[in-house]
C-alpha cells in the first residue's frame, strides 16, 4: 500500500509540474521574448489581424501573388491540415497537377508549359505553406505587374526585397512569402489590401 501511495503522490506532483508550472512558465517565457511568434506571427493592418506569416491564405485577384495550391479542407484550413498522400507515379496526381498547369497557364498566357515551377502547381506537405519559391514569384511576376499597372523590373525588386534566404545559410531553399510580398506591393501602392 506504501507504493501505491508514493506512486499516486509522484504522479500528481508529475502532472503538477508538467502540466501546468511547466507550460505555465514557457509560455511566459516565449511572451516575453518572442512576443509576435509566441501569439502565431499574425500580421496585422489598421489593428486587425488579416493573417499569419506562418500559414498560406488563398488570394485569388491577378493583381496579388498566389499561393501554392492547399490540400488542407477547403483550402488553407489549419484545423484540416493534410497532404494529398499521392505518390508520383500516381495517375490522379499527374492528371491534377496537369489540370493546374493548364489552368495556370490560362489564367497567365505569359506563361508556357516548361515555365510552370513545380510548386505553383503541387501542395505542400502541411497544405497551409505560406511561401512559394522565387521562381514561381519570378513566374507571376508579369501577370501582377500588368494588374496592377507596374513594371514587371519594379515587381522583381519587389521579390528581391521579401525574398527569405536559406535557414541557417545551408537549411532549405530561398524562398517568398506570399502574404508579406502582397501587402508590401498593397502598401508601395498606397491600397487597403486584401
Excluded: C
Excluded at 33 to 54: E, N, T, W, Y
Excluded at 95 to 113: N, W, Y
Amino acid at each position: 500500500m506504501k507504493y501505491i501511495w508514493t506512486a499516486i503522490r509522484m504522479t500528481i506532483v508529475s502532472a503538477v509540474i508538467l502540466g501546468v508550472i511547466y507550460p505555465l512558465a514557457m509560455t511566459g517565457l516565449a511572451q516575453v521574448i518572442f512576443p509576435g511568434k509566441a501569439d502565431g506571427s499574425l500580421v496585422k493592418r489598421s489593428g486587425q489581424v488579416i493573417g499569419s506569416s506562418l500559414i498560406g491564405q488563398n488570394f485569388t485577384a491577378p493583381k496579388y501573388f498566389l499561393p501554392r495550391p492547399s490540400a488542407a479542407g477547403t483550402g488553407y484550413d489549419a484545423m484540416d491540415s493534410s497532404f494529398s498522400n499521392l505518390g508520383p507515379t500516381n495517375k490522379a496526381l499527374a492528371d491534377r497537377v496537369q489540370a493546374a498547369v493548364k489552368a495556370d497557364i490560362a489564367a497567365d498566357p505569359g506563361l508556357t508549359f516548361g515555365q510552370v515551377p513545380i510548386d505553383m502547381v503541387t501542395t505542400s506537405g502541411s497544405g497551409l505553406d505560406p511561401d512559394i519559391t522565387v521562381a514561381n514569384a519570378q513566374a507571376q511576376a508579369p501577370r501582377v505587374a500588368a494588374a496592377r499597372g507596374m513594371s514587371v523590373s519594379a515587381v522583381l525588386d519587389m521579390i528581391a526585397k521579401h525574398t527569405s534566404g536559406r535557414q541557417l545559410g545551408f537549411l532549405g531553399e530561398p524562398r517568398v512569402n506570399v502574404l508579406e510580398l502582397n501587402l508590401a506591393l498593397d502598401a508601395a501602392q498606397g491600397a487597403a489590401g486584401p
